[in-house]
């Protein structure tokens, strides 16, 4: 009974989650960028809670408050499409020089929490400085990284976040039926029992199959050897971080990170191999084109 319960709060997440996910992923723009800073804000404080060992509020309050201000610049710089392409100067700014106005802001961030934790934290001073800067990285970082694939470089954006997330759900569920039906030799014991590597296989054959469907349903703008090469990424990544994670939560004792979607866990839950899949697909595909982006 336990089971069901716990399947159909799944289900029921799932319905209403998707086609709101689906609407504002279809908006893009400011819409989009500022779901995407929402969830990461949440995912930070996910993240903070079960890694920081000296219970201060102030050094919570105040990582979660500089995250809300990162993600307040990133929101900023999204340009609307219906609006003239040169109406947002943050835009411009970020564009041109993305890799100095990152490090203005993780200095900055840096510099603030040393005062703060030598002042305020003195036990556990390593482990939670540690974990403030870490989790910045984790969350903050990359979930803006799934906000500029969407909208830092051009309209096909909206094509790419869409092709993200469906290949990962159905690599997802490749590796598990995949392992219910082949599955004997672990692929990790110790990070995840239950995958396998009669599982990981299955993927690297099914995604890159689904990801040339929908090459050809969506007239996806690559062509049809980097629809595979994606596929693949979306593989092999995507189980990447779905064992860095596994490995978290088991180095930390928990099960979750969250409970904030019944059935499911954490914003960090569900988004651990979209982070990892995300990076990828932008450090080694949309990248330098960003770097170009017309000033």
């Given amino acids: 009974m336990a089971n069901n319960n716990e399947l ?20 893009g723009g400011p819409y989009f960028a500022g779901l995407i ?3 990461s804000i949440i995912g930070y404080y996910e993240f903070l809670s ?3 060992k000296s219970n201060s509020k102030i050094v919570l309050i105040s990582a979660l408050v500089f ?38 802001l993780i200095s900055i ?3 603030f929490n040393v005062i703060m934790f030598i002042s305020s934290v003195r036990e556990n001073l390593t482990n939670d400085f540690s974990m403030v800067i870490l989790g910045f990285f984790y969350t903050q970082i990359l979930f803006s990284i799934i906000t500029f694939l969407r909208d ?6 909206f094509l790419i976040v869409l092709f993200i997330f469906i290949m990962i759900w159905i690599n997802d569920s490749a590796a598990y039926f ?48 980097q629809t595979v090469i994606l596929s693949l990424i979306v593989s092999v990544f995507g189980m990447l971080g779905d064992l860095f994670e596994s490995g978290m939560k088991r180095s930390l004792g928990i099960k979750d990170f969250g409970s904030i979607l019944p059935g499911h866990g954490g914003i960090l839950d569900r988004f651990d191999s979209v982070l990892l899949v995300s990076a990828v697909i932008f450090i080694g595909y949309y990248f330098p084109k960003w770097l170009n982006y017309p000033i």
């Avoid at 201000?69 to 835009?91: C, E, G, H, K, N």
């Avoid at 830092?152 to 954006?157: D, V």
């Avoid at 692929?187 to 995604?207: N, Q």
């Fill in 152 to 157: 830092g470089y051009s309209k096909e954006g």
């Fill in 109 to 111: 961030y840096f510099l």
């Fill in 178 to 225: 995949g392992g219910m039906l082949f599955g004997k030799r672990k692929l990790s014991p110790k990070l995840s029992p239950k995958k396998t590597i009669e599982g990981f296989v299955t993927t690297l054959i099914v995604t890159p199959v689904f990801g040339l469907i929908f090459f050809y349903i969506f007239k996806f703008p690559v062509n049809i050897f």
């Fill in 37 to 39: 800073g929402v969830i």
């Fill in 50 to 52: 079960k890694t920081l």
């Fill in 67 to 104: 995250s809300a201000l990162f993600q307040t610049i990133i929101v900023s710089a999204i340009p609307v499409r219906s609006l003239p392409a040169d109406y947002s100067v943050i835009m411009r700014l970020i564009s041109s020089i993305p890799i100095l106005m990152f490090v203005i």
């Fill in 8 to 27: 159909l709060k799944r289900i029921l997440v799932a319905v209403i989650a998707i086609p709101v996910l689906l609407f504002i992923f279809w908006l």
